[in-house]
């Protein structure tokens, strides 16, 4: 079993580092590996071309592109952002925006385990995990929550780690993740298949 960690800080080591990192530390007791990676500052937004119609993925081949083979490999996702205006960093909703839109295996994501995790100086956090988990449950992604809101405070990883209540609600995420990957191994290992999803049906509010 393997998670993805996601990170879409700037700063690739600060804070919202940290808090992952304390994740991935449980995760790693509990036998599952773990696959990162780190958003680019410079990502570019959706153009709306609508060319990953095809199937082919996004026609910017860039970073979203590196990413599709990462999510083919796990069994869930925790996104990290630090927060800007109360909301994700811009370069992360660009990301997945285009992620989410474009993935050619977007239906394999459906019943995987996924979590965010919202790193601020003081507020924000927890519209900024709303935002990201709206990507999770669009695609049928289970979230895992913890025993708080998942966000450790701080100015950087060394102030994150000084959050005693924020660190332990990154453990405590850390094993209910680890519950659930190891619930939906199980079922699958004694037979138990996942809930049959529908064709779609593709409509709007005109006609």
């Known amino acids: 079993m393997k998670v993805l960690f996601i990170n879409g800080s700037p700063h690739k080591k600060g804070t919202t580092y940290r808090a992952l990192c304390e994740v991935e530390k449980i995760l790693k007791e ?26 082919e993925g996004c026609i910017k081949k860039d970073q979203v592109n590196e990413v599709y083979p990462l999510l083919d490999e796990v069994d869930g996702l925790i996104v990290g952002t630090p927060v800007h205006y109360a909301g994700p960093s811009g370069s ?57 809101w998942n ?5 950087s990883g060394e102030d994150a780690e000084k959050d005693e209540e924020g660190m332990q609600t990154m453990r405590n995420l850390g094993r209910n993740m680890a519950y659930y990957l190891k619930m939906r191994k199980l079922a699958k290992e004694n037979g138990l298949k996942q809930p049959k999803i529908e064709k779609e049906v593709y409509t709007h509010f005109i006609r």
């Open 151 to 155: 966000d450790p405070h701080g100015f």
């Open 92 to 148: 992360l909703l660009s990301f997945l925006d285009r992620l989410f839109y474009s993935y050619p295996n977007k239906m394999s994501l459906n019943m995987k385990a996924a979590a965010t995790v919202a790193c601020s100086r003081r507020a924000g956090n927890i519209t900024a995990n709303d935002v990201i988990m709206k990507f999770f449950s669009i695609s049928g992604m289970n979230v895992i929550t913890s025993t708080y």
């Open 30 to 55: 509990e036998g599952i590996d773990s696959l990162w990676y780190n958003v680019p500052a410079d990502t570019p937004a959706c153009m709306a071309c609508n060319y990953c119609g095809n199937g």
